[in-house]
């Protein structure tokens, strides 16, 4: 069975600056895709980022990207330039393509950004 | 707007009752999928279900059964609530097609307190 591990209960960053959310799983299989969630205090989950394994060109979404390194089963989020809307429960999440497409999240990690 | 709505957003209920959980979808989604978030444990899959009445476990059944009657309808159910099912509860959904969007549409949680 696949995990997701997010060793970083919170995080603090100021405006502006720039911060990195760690992302581990394990696996066994090659092909698969991994994403960042955003679950701000309206609870709604937003999709931040997806990261296809079989690309080895890492993601970007404006300010946000990704060190994906498949080798190392590690998946990190940079937020760039952060700004108070950054500030949310972020999950990392892994999915399968076994029939179903069910997600694995890891627990979360909580974003304060101060200003 | 793509929409994937719970029927209650604060739910109380005592030990022993049973409870209904809803969540409609109206995009055609094949996948719908039951999780549960707790704080440190992240979302861990219940059931999910990738036609009409057919169903799958996810990691943490126990104790939860669902219904899916119609495509756009999956039900989850707690057949005696018991205090330690007292979380926040997220019905997502999915396409099943690979080439379309496979990002997951999820509602805005219910929180169920059970006394």
């Known amino acids: 069975a696949q995990t997701v591990t997010q060793s970083q209960p919170e995080m603090s960053v100021q405006e502006a600056e720039t911060v990195t959310l760690s992302c581990t799983y394990d696996?066994?299989?090659?092909?698969?895709?991994l994403f960042w969630y955003k679950q701000p205090p309206s609870r709604q989950m937003i999709l931040v980022i997806r990261?296809?394994?079989?690309?080895?060109q890492n993601a970007t979404e404006n300010r946000f990207s990704v060190n994906f390194q498949k080798a190392a089963k590690s998946f990190s989020l940079k937020i760039s330039d952060s700004q108070l809307g950054d500030a949310a429960m972020y999950f990392c999440?892994?999915?399968?393509?076994?029939?179903?497409?069910?997600?694995?999240f890891g627990a979360g990690t909580i974003l304060r950004v101060k200003s | 707007d793509v929409k994937v709505t719970q029927s209650s957003r604060y739910l109380v209920k005592r030990t022993g009752e049973k409870v209904f959980l809803e969540c409609v979808q109206d995009?055609?989604?094949?996948?719908m999928f039951w999780y549960r978030q707790d704080p440190g444990l992240g979302l861990r899959l219940i059931y999910f279900?990738?036609?009409?009445?057919?169903?799958e476990k996810g990691d943490i059944p126990e104790g939860y059964s669902v219904s899916r009657e119609k495509k756009e309808r999956f039900s989850l159910i707690l057949e005696s609530a018991s205090t330690n099912q007292t979380s926040m509860y997220l019905c997502?959904?999915?396409?099943?097609?690979?080439?379309?969007?496979?990002?997951?549409?999820f509602g805005s949680g219910t929180q169920l307190s059970v006394l």
């Open positions: 997502a959904s999915s396409t099943l097609d690979r080439a379309r969007n496979e990002k997951l549409f």
């Open positions: 696996t066994s299989e090659s092909d698969y895709y």
């Open positions: 990261q296809e394994a079989y690309k080895q």
């Open positions: 999440a892994y999915r399968t393509l076994e029939y179903g497409n069910k997600l694995v």
């Open positions: 995009m055609d989604h094949e996948n």
């Open positions: 279900s990738y036609d009409v009445k057919m169903k």
